[in-house]
C-alpha cells in the first residue's frame, strides 16, 4: 500500500474547505433569493372569452343559448371591469349591443379561429415575459398584473386601473401570432411596472408650478417609447421586428416624421407652460398624439433608444423615472435632429443625466 506523507492532508485540506465555503455560499444565497418578495404577479384570466367562445360552439351546433349562458360572460370578471373601463371613457356599452355582437356582429361564426388564438395565447409563458423586463426598469420596480383576453367590439388593447388593481385587456385577435401576442403584453406590462414607481415622479414635479406640473405629467407620455424599447429588448432591435408588414412599415413611416412630430410637442408644452390651454384643453391635444402608435411612441422611443447607446441603460433608467430628463438628454445627443425649446425644459425644471 502506498505510504502517505504527513504533507498530503494540508495541501487536500485547503481545497476541500475551500468547496465546502462555496457551496454554502452559494446556498446561502440561494435561500436570501428564495426569501425575497417576488417582483413579478401575473395572472390571466381567460373567463369572458372561454364564456363568449361556449355561446359560439352552441350556436355552430345549433343549440339553444340560455340565459345562464349569457349570465356566465356578464358576470365574469373581465367583462364586468371591461363595462366598467368603458363607463369611465364615457363610450356606450350595453348587455344588448354585446349580445348582438356575438351572435350577428364580428364575432358571429369565428368560433374556431378565436378558440385556436386563445389556446395558443394561453400558451404564453408571461411570467418570463415580465420577469425578461425588469432589465428595462428600477429596481424597485414591480410588475404585477391580470391579463385579460378578451372578446369584444373594439379592437383595442390598454392597461386599467393601475393604481388600485392593475389590469391589461387584450383584444383577442386570431391573426395575431403568439409571439406578437407576447410583444404587446411586454409592452403593457412595462407600463405596469413603470407606474408602480410612479409615486416618486409625482414627489419631484409636486413643487412646480400649476402650468409647470402639467407639463411634466404630459411628458409621462414618452412611457410609450420605454415600452416599446423595453418589449422589443435592445436599442439593436426592431421595435415591429416581429410585426407584419403593414405595422413595420407604418412605424418606419411614422419614424421618418420625427423632426416635425417633435416640433408639435414642444409647441404642445410651450402652450400648457405658457397657460395658453385649459386642463380639458392640453387633455383633447395630449391624447391625439397616442394614436395607433404615435409621437408619444416614436418620439419617445428615439430618445430612449439614442440615450441607451451613448450613455447606457442606467442612464435610461434615470430618465423612466424622471421622464423630464429624457428630452434634456435628447438636447445634449440630437445633433442636426429638432430639439425642445429651451424655456420648456427650463419651466419643468429638467436636469441633464448623471452618468454614473
Known amino acids: 500500500m502506498m505510504a502517505i506523507s504527513a504533507e498530503q492532508p494540508f495541501r487536500t485540506f485547503p481545497m476541500r474547505a475551500l468547496l465546502r465555503f462555496v457551496s454554502l455560499i452559494a446556498l446561502i444565497a440561494a435561500l436570501s433569493r428564495a426569501n425575497e418578495p417576488s417582483r413579478v404577479h401575473i395572472q390571466m384570466d381567460t ?48 348587455d344588448d349591443e354585446f349580445r348582438d355582437f356575438v351572435l350577428t356582429g364580428e364575432a358571429a361564426g369565428r368560433g374556431g379561429e378565436l378558440r385556436r388564438a386563445l389556446e395558443e395565447w394561453r400558451r404564453a409563458d408571461l411570467k418570463e415575459v415580465a420577469a425578461k423586463l425588469l432589465a428595462y ?7 404585477g398584473a391580470t391579463v385579460y383576453p378578451v372578446i369584444k367590439p373594439k379592437h383595442n ?7 388600485e388593481d392593475p389590469a391589461i385587456f ?4 386570431p391573426a395575431v401570432t403568439a409571439a406578437q401576442f407576447e410583444n404587446t403584453a411586454a409592452h403593457e406590462l412595462h407600463h405596469v411596472g413603470l407606474h408602480s414607481v410612479n409615486k416618486y415622479y409625482q414627489a419631484l414635479i409636486a413643487p ?16 410609450e417609447g420605454f415600452a416599446m424599447l423595453a418589449a422589443a429588448g435592445s436599442p439593436g432591435v426592431h421595435p415591429h421586428a416581429g ?21 408639435k410637442l414642444d409647441d404642445f408644452f410651450r402652450d400648457i407652460v405658457s397657460g395658453k390651454l385649459s386642463r380639458e384643453q392640453a387633455s383633447e391635444r395630449g391624447m391625439a398624439f397616442f394614436g395607433i402608435q404615435g409621437p408619444w411612441y416614436t418620439i419617445g422611443y428615439k430618445m430612449a433608444a439614442a440615450v441607451e447607446k451613448r450613455y447606457g441603460r442606467r442612464a435610461l433608467l434615470q430618465c423612466m423615472q424622471d421622464p423630464r430628463k429624457l428630452p434634456a438628454a435628447w438636447n445634449q445627443i440630437a445633433g442636426a435632429n429638432a430639439k425642445w425649446s429651451g424655456d420648456v425644459l427650463a419651466a419643468v425644471k429638467a436636469e441633464a443625466i448623471t452618468r454614473r
Open 47 to 94: 373567463s369572458e372569452a372561454d364564456a363568449v367562445l361556449h355561446i359560439l360552439d352552441k350556436k355552430a351546433a345549433g343549440q339553444t343559448v340560455t340565459d345562464g349562458d349569457w349570465r356566465r360572460i356578464f358576470d365574469s370578471r373581465p367583462y364586468r371591469r371591461l363595462k366598467e373601463r368603458e363607463a369611465a371613457m364615457k363610450r356606450p356599452f350595453t
Open 137 to 143: 426598469l428600477p429596481a424597485n420596480a414591480a410588475i
Open 157 to 163: 388593447s390598454f392597461v386599467w386601473e393601475l393604481d
Open 170 to 173: 387584450l383584444f383577442l385577435d
Open 208 to 223: 412646480l408650478s400649476e402650468h409647470a406640473r402639467s407639463a411634466a405629467e404630459w411628458m409621462g407620455g414618452f412611457g
Open 243 to 263: 410585426s407584419n408588414l403593414q405595422d413595420r412599415e407604418r412605424w418606419d413611416r411614422d419614424m421618418a416624421n420625427f423632426d416635425s412630430d417633435l416640433t
